[in-house]
Each structure stands twice: as C-alpha cells, then as structure tokens.
C-alpha cells in the first residue's frame, strides 16, 4: 500500500481488511441495506462493529456522546456509556426516514431537523463506502487500474460517519423518548385517575353514607366514572386478546355493588341462597377484575419506565384489561339486564336440584365433563318448557329470531293521539309454539297416568324428575313411578324434540353461548376466584 507516510501498521490493515470484508458481506434490497431479516441485520451488525474497530485501530476523533446522559434509564440501557456502540436499529431509522409513527393509534411526527440529519447520516455512510471501494484494490493491481486513496482519505470518511452517526442518534432518540412518554399518557391518566378514586375513598364510604350526603356520594361515582373511562380508553388500545370495547360504563360497577348489597340483605332475611349464586358470582367477578385494574395501575406508577409504549406489548396490563372486559361484558350483559339475571339465577338454582335426582351431574359440573356441554342446552329448554314465561329472556338473547317484540300503544280517541302508555310484550313463533305444545300433551299424559294416586299427586315434580334424568342420560323414570306405554311415548318424543332446539342453542351465536355456558359452569362449581398472576408484571 505504499511506502510513503500513508504507510499503515500490520494492526491498521488488518482492521481495515477486515472492514473491507464485512461491508461486502452485507445484504441488500436493491440500492437499500437488508435490515429486516435476520441474516441482513446480522450482517450489518458485522459491519459495524469493523467500523468501530477500524475507527479505534486508527485512533480516530470521536463524537461526544454526553448527551446519553439525559437518555431515560431504558435508553440508558442500550447506550450504557460514551462509546461509539453502532446499533442496527439507529442505522435503520436513518435509511428509513420516517417521518410519522403510529403509537397506540395516535399519530406523531419527527422535526424536519432530524429528518435532515438521517438524511447527513446516509450520505456519509454511502462516501464511506466509495472509500472502500478504492481500498479494495490490490497491490499487484494493474497500474492502469485505479490508484488507491491514501490513508487520510479512509480517516476522513470515518470521522464524518460517526459524527453524522451521533447528531442523529442524539436527535432521533431525544424525540423518540418525548414520543414515547405522551404516549404512555395514557397509562399515566389512569394513574392520576385512579389516585382520585383512592383520596375519595378515604373520606367517604358508599356503604355507611347517608340521605344527607348526597353531593359527597355524587363526587365518589364521579371519580369512578373517570377512571372507568381511562381504563376503557386503554383498553381499546392495548387489549390485543379480546375485543378492546370502549364502551363499558362505570353503570356496571354500580349495579354490581347494588347487586352485592342485595345479596347480603337477602341472606340476611334466610331467603334461598341457591338463587343468588349466579347474581353473586356475576357482580363479584366485576368487582373483582376492577380492583385489580387498579392495583396494576398503584404498582405500574412506580416503574413507568418499564413500560413499552407500544401499550398491547405490556403482557401484565394485557392480562388485567382481558380480564377486566370479560367480567365487564358478561357484568353488563347479565347483571343489568332484571329478567336475564333472574332467568340465569333460576336455571342456575334448579340444575343444583337437579343434582339431587342425578348425582352423576354433579361430577359432570365439578369435572367440566365433555357431556355436561351437552346436557346443559337441555337444562336450558327444559326449565323454559316448564316456565316459559320467566325464561323467555334468556332464550331470545341466544335466538333471537325464534322471538318478536309487540308494542302495544294506548292513545285517547282524538285526531291526534297522544301516547298515554306503551306495553311490551315478547312472543315465539311457531316452530317454538310447536315445541311447547308437544311439552304441554307430555304433561298431559303424566297427569292422566298419575290420577289414580289420588288429590295429593304432584305431576310437576314427577315430569321434573323423569325429564331431569331423560336430558342428562341417567334413567328414563322416577324412582317409585310407573309411565304407562303413550306416557312413555309422549316422553321420548320430547325428548327427540329437544335434540336440535338444544344443537340451535350452541351454533346460531356460539359467542354469545360460550359466554351462557361459562357463567353456568363457574357459578355450578362456585369458581367465583380467577386465577390471579403469581407477581406483578407489567
């Protein structure tokens, strides 16, 4: 390479070889580096860790990196000192140049400053490797070819590099952290929000409150009301395991606490417990899941810089705002609705009495057998059959079509009526009527075979029992009762019946029946607790 003072020492060429050698490793996309796959990144990163090496082999100037100092203790991580650390992601930003991102669905723009240094940043990389393009020449080259630059051609280029490299690292990653920390304000809002509901709930408790407070009891649900809607806000940008619904009311929160009162007071009194399984369970879960929202967020305000700003990334508040939808949704979709609830706490309250005629259903509910997600679209229908009135809701929110809604108005008799009140009413149509009809001659019959026990028979319990054992697969009568042969007949009709109305239950909204058949199972089996993580994770 000359003998000249360009000369170089055995540990410059072969950093400088070394250099030439990794820079013709590197992959590209036409006239663009390969960053994206894993061979391209690795292979840039080759290259530049030979820059740095060549750089400090020939001990170059460097550009000061102080401003890492003021980096946030995440970016500090990467960066942890003033060394040159050349990283893929930096070069990467540079040759993209984008000038918007997206972050949690909000857009934000980088400064025309520092689109204008990645812009220095690629130029100089690109002079960099005209450089070596020279070097890349032989001593025994043809002297024809062409000459090789000299040594402070190589230096020059180097030291343009890395301070184009450090300008624009110090810009891009300066607004880069103000990008990430508004978009974190999300999670900050909730914090603050969540501060709120706590100082209120050291001055005023809904439970020991009285007529005369009521401003005080306003403020305490208007802080909630707040919080509740951060948490949805979040919600609809983070939660990447469900549906991210918005539209969760702090509502539901009421109705739960109402729901709990409820259920003490009627306990209190000695009423049937069974009935308010279904009801406690449903607004626990909803109280529950809020409270932990709210624990993560006292825990996350002590490490904010862990979190990814990119919100879905965070697997700890992914988890909880899961969580927290789930028991909202099956909340404001059971719990709100008077007639659905009590639909589900009776349904609920009879499949345990059930239990007592057929103990093997009881190890079906404890073990969530197969079987049981077959027996339980017949307890349904069953229990309609029998009570149709009172279960009506229920089945029309899992078929609606089989359903209609009747307004009847009540007007005065003048030429412009005038609305006086409005009936509701909810009624089947015929294929459902049919159904039921065929349930109505079963009871019929039952009735007519056990007329000759006299005054004191109950044909519903009997049809109960016999029915009971017939859906679950156990028997085909009571215990002590004899059918006779068109009894017999009329039953196994019915039950042949049942079979497809039962399959329509699982498949015409298998969502919506997931949810159904859930609540059941964790309110037959008491499963009231969720799993909770082992440790708080962000």
Request: aromatic fraction near 8%; glycine fraction near 4%.
């Amino acid at each position: 390479m000359g003998e000249d003072s360009e000369n170089l020492s055995t540990g410059e060429q072969v950093a400088i070889e070394g250099l030439i050698a990794a820079r013709w490793r590197l992959l590209m996309d036409g006239d663009r580096i390969n960053t994206k796959t894993e061979d391209g990144s690795s292979a840039c990163a080759t290259y530049l860790e030979a820059v740095d090496i060549a750089a400090n082999t020939l001990r170059l100037e460097k550009a000061s990196r102080t401003y890492r100092e003021s980096f946030t203790i995440n970016y500090r991580a990467l960066f942890p000192d003033l060394s040159r650390n050349y990283r893929v992601d930096v070069l990467e930003a540079g040759f993209e140049q984008y000038a918007t991102i997206w972050v949690n669905g909000d857009k934000f723009e980088f400064s025309a400053e520092a689109m204008r240094r990645a812009e220095a940043l690629q130029r100089t990389w690109w002079e960099l490797g005209l450089v070596l393009e020279g070097w890349n020449q032989t001593p025994q080259a043809s002297q024809a070819g062409p000459r090789p630059p000299n040594r402070t051609e190589l230096r020059t280029a180097l030291v343009a590099l890395d301070f184009a490299w450090a300008s624009f690292e110090h810009k891009y990653i300066t607004e880069l952290i103000e990008i990430e920390e508004k978009a974190r304000q999300l999670i900050v809002r909730a914090i603050e929000h969540e501060r709120s509901v706590a100082l209120m709930e050291k001055h005023f408790d809904p439970q020991k409150a009285t007529s005369a407070q009521r401003l005080e009891e306003t403020s305490y649900w208007a802080s909630h009301r707040q919080l509740v809607f951060s948490i949805g806000h979040l919600n609809s940008v983070a939660n990447v395991r469900r549906k991210g619904r918005d539209d969760l009311v702090v509502q539901v929160l009421q109705d739960a606490v109402s729901t709990l009162k409820r259920c003490d007071s009627s306990e209190k009194r000695g009423e049937n417990t069974e009935k308010l399984i279904a009801a406690r369970i449903l607004a626990t879960d909803v109280v529950d899941s809020y409270q932990a929202m709210r624990h993560y967020l006292k825990e996350v305000e002590h490490c904010l810089e862990r979190v990814d700003p990119h919100l879905c990334n965070n697997s700890g508040l992914v988890a909880r705002l899961a969580d927290w939808e789930e028991s909202w949704e099956m909340g404001a979709r059971y719990m709100q609705d008077e007639q659905l609830l009590n639909a589900v706490c009776d349904l609920v309250a009879s499949i345990r009495r059930a239990q007592t005629v057929v103990p093997a259903l009881t190890a079906m509910c404890e073990e969530c057998d197969v079987e049981l997600f077959l027996v339980l679209p017949r307890m349904i229908w069953l229990r309609f059959l029998m009570d149709p009135m009172s279960h009506t809701r229920l089945l029309q929110s899992l078929l609606p079509h089989h359903f209609k809604q009747e307004r009847q108005v009540v007007h005065n008799t003048s030429k412009t009526p005038i609305v006086v009140d409005v009936i509701q009413s909810t009624t089947w149509d015929s294929k459902l009527d049919a159904f039921l009809g065929k349930f109505r001659h079963t009871q019929q019959c039952l009735a007519s075979c056990l007329s000759w026990k006299g005054p004191d028979a109950k044909p519903e319990e009997v049809l109960w029992e016999v029915l009971v054992k017939r859906v679950v697969g156990v028997g085909t009568t009571g215990p002590s009762v004899a059918l006779n042969a068109e009894t017999e007949s009329s039953v196994d009709d019915l039950i042949r019946s049942m079979e497809p109305w039962s399959i329509e239950l699982q498949r015409h909204c298998p969502e919506d029946w997931n949810q159904c058949s859930a609540i059941l199972v964790q309110c037959l089996t008491r499963a009231s607790d969720k799993p909770k993580p082992a440790a708080f994770q962000v």
